[in-house]
């Protein structure tokens, strides 16, 4: 069974437009509109006011423009996230169309970071790893705390002139039978 919340946020349009607003920034859809050029203005439109009427965006101000009124959205990013509830009976077909989605973002993000008239890699901090560790249930739900722990006063700071905006994107899968043993790979 599909989750709405997940189809309304896992929606590609709708996701740049989150992405666009992570970290407390706080932007007019023409703002928006300017941070996603490929999108067309009808379509933002339509996206913005399906995450408003969702509560996902909040109206933060208004400002009276040439006898209309200009909001100002802000992700409300605890709306914004799948709760395990939201994927309780999700089937596993719908979980590989989410994450799916997830990834083709990934791929977006980056085909667009390459699509820049110069790009430095190392000075651009930009990179893809993968890491195994073998870790219990505990020292897993550690090591998630740990990271949660690191990132949060990064992920509280305000954008400035000075910072530039970074997506750091996690996936983690288990791998193996469900015992933690690797499957034969020989």
């Known amino acids: 069974m599909k989750s709405a919340k997940a189809e309304l946020l896992l929606h590609p349009v709708r996701l740049r437009v989150l992405q666009t607003l992570l970290g407390g920034v706080q932007l007019t859809t023409g703002q928006i509109a300017e941070a996603l050029p490929d999108i067309a203005i009808a379509t933002l439109y339509r996206q913005i006011e399906k995450l408003a009427r969702a ?15 200009e909001k100002v959205y802000a992700l409300q990013e605890i709306q914004a996230n799948l709760s395990p509830r939201d994927l309780a009976n999700v089937s596993r077909e719908d ?26 890699l190392l000075e651009d901090g930009v990179g893809y790893r993968q890491a195994a560790m073998y870790l ?13 722990g690191v990132l949060q006063p990064f992920l509280e700071l305000k954008p400035t002139p000075d910072r ?3 997506l750091l994107s996690t996936i ?3 791998v193996g039978d469900p015992d933690g043993n690797l499957e034969a790979q020989n």
């Open 55 to 69: 509560d996902i965006l909040t109206v933060v101000a208004e400002r009276p423009i040439r006898g209309t009124v």
């Open 95 to 120: 979980h590989l169309h989410y994450f799916t989605i997830f990834v083709a973002s990934l791929l977006g993000d980056y085909a667009r970071y390459l699509e820049r008239d110069e790009i430095d």
């Open 136 to 148: 219990s249930d505990e020292e897993f739900k550690e090591v998630v705390a740990a990271l949660q």
């Open 164 to 166: 530039h905006r970074r």
């Open 172 to 174: 983690l899968i288990p």
